[in-house]
């Protein structure tokens, strides 16, 4: 039998995977090589820096991993959270949290 958490954690994972702004993982490779190009040339700060000054702001959450968008240079980081899907979205070159859903 499952417990609790873990069943929420597995619908909340189940959603996040079935939302259509979701990328496949051809995609998520792509934007995995797009970030770190853009790291490389020194436009953004390293997923790792941002998920250093990220997570410990999110105490009581669960880190299910970060998106990149390269066209805007803004890491999505998403966590769960009571069952809910929250997302941090982060300012690539300055670090600086531009949304956060609660």
């Known amino acids: 039998m499952l417990k609790k958490t873990t069943f929420l954690t597995l619908l909340a994972l189940g959603v996040?995977?079935?939302a259509p702004q979701m990328?496949?993982?051809k995609d998520r490779r792509g934007e995995q090589n797009e970030a770190r190009a853009q790291m490389m040339a020194g436009?953004?700060?390293?997923i790792r820096s941002i998920e250093n000054q990220i997570l410990p702001?999110?105490?009581g959450s669960e880190y299910i991993g970060p998106e990149f968008d390269p066209n805007a240079l803004v890491y999505r980081l998403k966590f769960i959270r009571d069952g809910r899907v929250l997302f941090v979205d982060v300012d690539g070159r300055t670090g600086a949290i531009l949304r956060q859903t609660r």
């Open 23 to 25: 990328a496949s993982s």
């Open 57 to 59: 702001r999110m105490a």
């Open 43 to 46: 436009k953004v700060k390293s």
């Open 16 to 18: 996040a995977a079935a």
